[in-house]
């Protein structure tokens, strides 16, 4: 066995500090625009808070635009020779036992319908390239809700009787949802994980090529030093027109920056939680997750985990790498604004809990860098929001401030000094950074004919990304809203949770987009009116922020649509490549969605109840009792309280009980067969009734 020559740790150093050269010369020479703009007699107070603001924000949006650039240069320029899958790293030893790879699948009340077809489509595509047998399933339940449990169970059975996968499609519910879905990952590790090399992460909206697949485990194989190797998921499927203008986005746009992002990470990379390949000893060896000291939201569990456990594994000198040109990795975005925003209220606690560890000892620069980026994905908008209120007070005050033309003995009047060419420079260059990566994006279509024609070619992209900067600009404000909202919440101490996610398209109504947008509109009105009347030149810079306020309700609604999504469609705007030339293993998952083809009778059936289905129906009772884990007895105390629910559910129905008390119900199985047996032992003209 031999082993090739590694890159040269200086030429890693080199780059980074190229990058962040870049960066730090950008800044000073933004921030060296914005001192000029101000008076030479010194920094007035709002004018220090101006300063230390925009130094902030605008260092934050040149690692962005630096990444972007670095991007768009490896890919133009060839793929990165220092890209891992371009390493070739260990030669293959065939006197080496194959290895084995769990693909897991952790689900938290999701819908069950959508999983499956999405596993199964895995399934099919990894059969496609003859390597399934190195490959084994596991449903990962997390879900609390009884009948959601119910249905898992009979989607897993059919799954495995459909493709004949006993003994490698598994399904496990947990009893307790301990560290959520970070603790779900350290169950299986700690009961199964020894029987596998690696595991492969996915999300309950995830979709992987069954070659994707297979490359991974292979690279994997060829670097024993890495731990961990992430690929960039692409969004897919979704058709509300909201949905449709983030995928475009994220297809077009994402390649770039997931290259920038390897180019100066490289092996010290980063985990986003799922679409990644984790090789399973270090991950038990070094990535137990602490409780943080404290009560939520900072303290507690560590919500984002994925940033933590990464770090865990660069400190202890393994490699993580962004797979950033492995192509096949796909997954699901919300369909609406709102949805988005409250998929961020959840990210943004864990996030902000990264500042903690930020600060913690034994972690490097490059960790503690991630976790900062971290947390300034969310604390940016707070951030903002005080910039422009700072930007709009500091004018106010400049236009009650009468200028004197003579001082002292001067016959001639002394004019005033104007900054505009400066500010409009600082305005311009700030601008640039912004947008200038969404034209490099499209450039790079020059370069693949092929590319070039999946996106609808280059008149229709264009036009595509036209109007997504102009819905980006208006619904900017909206989302800073949203985030300034979601960090003061959190400061204030009120904990989020965990809430499943709304995945399915579905429209938005006037009643919850005013609900949820009202205050922001008000806002933009009143934020209007005032900046017009009292401070008319800051107005005209001001209106695309009043407009996207001012606008949220029916931007809101008017994205929502799925006829726009699939009008926009029709007219070859915010097309992609998985669109126009769609993957085997999206096919695959259409089929599965549409047809549903089912092998058990009983699910054919669409009950009112799956909990009901489990008490009466022998077959779903015996698999659910066949599935649940052993557990001690129920104390006195307990098996009161289960005799109480059994009581109440006799005399006024299951809808008289919650959903904890249905679980905890179905959970116990003496008290389960006890209710099938209560069940069948009734008269045959009540056989069709609860007890």
């Known amino acids: 066995m031999t082993q090739t020559v590694q890159p040269p740790i200086m030429g890693h150093a080199l780059r980074r500090v190229?990058?962040?050269?870049?960066?730090?010369?950008?800044?000073?020479?933004?921030?060296?625009?914005?001192?000029?703009?101000?008076?030479?007699?010194?920094?007035?107070?709002?004018?220090?808070?101006?300063l230390v603001l925009y130094a902030i924000l605008f260092s934050w949006i040149c690692i962005s635009f630096w990444t972007a650039f670095m991007g768009f240069f490896v890919i133009l320029t060839g793929r990165d020779r220092w890209a891992i899958s371009r390493q070739s790293g260990l030669a293959s030893d065939p006197a080496a036992p194959a290895s084995r790879t769990a693909i897991l699948m952790p689900i938290y009340n999701e819908d069950s319908e959508r999983v499956f077809a999405g596993l199964r489509a895995i399934h099919r595509s990894l059969a496609d390239t003859g390597q399934l047998a190195g490959f084994d399933f596991f449903v990962l339940s997390d879900t609390r809700d009884p009948d959601v449990w119910v249905e898992e169970e009979l989607r897993w059975q059919d799954m495995v009787r459909a493709l004949d996968g006993k003994g490698r499609i598994f399904y496990r519910n947990r009893p307790e949802n301990t560290s959520r879905k970070s603790g779900n990952l350290e169950d299986f590790c700690t009961r199964w994980g020894g029987r596998y090399r690696y595991m492969i992460v996915l999300d309950a909206d995830s979709i992987m090529k069954g070659e994707t697949l297979v490359e991974m485990v292979r690279i994997m194989e060829?670097?024993?030093?890495v731990a961990l190797l992430q690929t960039p998921p692409v969004p897919i499927n979704r058709e509300s027109l909201f949905a449709r203008i983030l995928q475009f986005a994220g297809s077009l746009y994402g390649r770039m920056f997931t290259a920038g992002l390897n180019y100066w990470q490289l092996g010290e990379s980063n985990y986003w939680g799922h679409n990644a390949i984790i090789r399973i000893q270090p991950f038990l060896d070094h990535c137990g997750l602490p409780k943080l000291p404290g009560r939520e939201p900072f303290g507690g569990d560590i919500l984002s985990h994925d940033f933590v456990e990464a770090a865990l594994l660069r400190r202890a000198g393994w490699e993580v790498w962004l797979a950033y040109d492995l192509e096949g990795s796909y997954e699901e975005i919300p369909p609406t604004l709102i949805d988005y925003a409250k998929r961020d209220r959840r990210w943004c606690q864990g996030n902000l809990q990264h500042l903690r560890l930020a600060l913690s000892r034994g972690f490097n620069a490059l960790s503690r860098l991630h976790f900062l980026m971290g947390v300034m994905s969310y604390a940016a908008s707070p951030l903002w929001l005080l910039f422009l209120l700072a930007t709009g007070i500091d004018a106010y005050f400049q236009t009650r401030h009468e200028p004197v033309y003579f001082f002292?003995?001067?016959?001639?009047?002394?004019?005033?000094?104007?900054?505009?060419?400066e500010m409009t420079t600082v305005l311009l260059v700030t601008l640039t950074m912004l947008f200038l990566p969404k034209g490099l994006a499209l450039l790079l279509l020059l370069k693949d004919g092929r590319l070039r024609r999946a996106y609808g070619g280059m008149i229709k992209a264009t036009l595509s990304v036209a109007l997504e900067t102009l819905f980006s600009v208006l619904t900017a404000p909206v989302l800073m809203l949203f985030q300034t909202k979601f960090v003061l919440a959190i400061l204030m101490r009120r904990a989020v949770g965990w809430p499943p996610q709304q995945r399915g398209d579905h429209m938005t109504g006037f009643r919850e987009a005013a609900l949820t947008h009202g205050v922001q509109t008000l806002i933009g009105i009143v934020a209007g009116v005032l900046s017009y009347q009292y401070v008319p030149a800051f107005f005209w810079w001001f209106i695309p922020v009043l407009l996207g306020l001012v606008l949220a309700i029916p931007v809101s609604m008017l994205s929502s649509s799925i006829a726009l999504g699939r009008q926009a469609r029709e007219l070859g705007l915010f097309l992609t490549p998985e669109e126009t030339e769609p993957p085997v293993v999206l096919d695959y998952l259409a089929e599965n969605l549409e047809e549903d083809e089912l092998v058990l009778p009983v699910l054919r059936e669409r009950p009112t109840s799956r909990f009901v289905q489990a008490l009466t129906d022998p077959y779903v009772n015996a698999l659910h009792l066949s599935l649940l884990p052993p557990r001690e007895p129920p104390g006195k105390r307990r098996r009161h309280y289960l005799e109480g629910l059994i009581h109440q559910l006799e005399e006024e129905g299951p809808d008289s009980l919650s959903a904890v008390q249905k679980r905890d119900l179905i959970s116990d199985p003496e008290m389960l067969a006890r209710l099938h047996a209560l069940f069948w032992s009734r008269p045959p003209a009540n056989a069709g009734m609860l007890p």
């Open 222 to 225: 060829r670097h024993p030093r």
């Open 18 to 50: 190229v990058f962040f050269l870049l960066v730090l010369l950008t800044t000073l020479g933004a921030m060296g625009l914005m001192v000029s703009v101000f008076q030479t007699d010194g920094l007035s107070p709002m004018e220090l808070i101006l």
């Open 408 to 421: 002292g003995e001067n016959w001639a009047p002394v004019w005033p000094v104007s900054f505009a060419v």
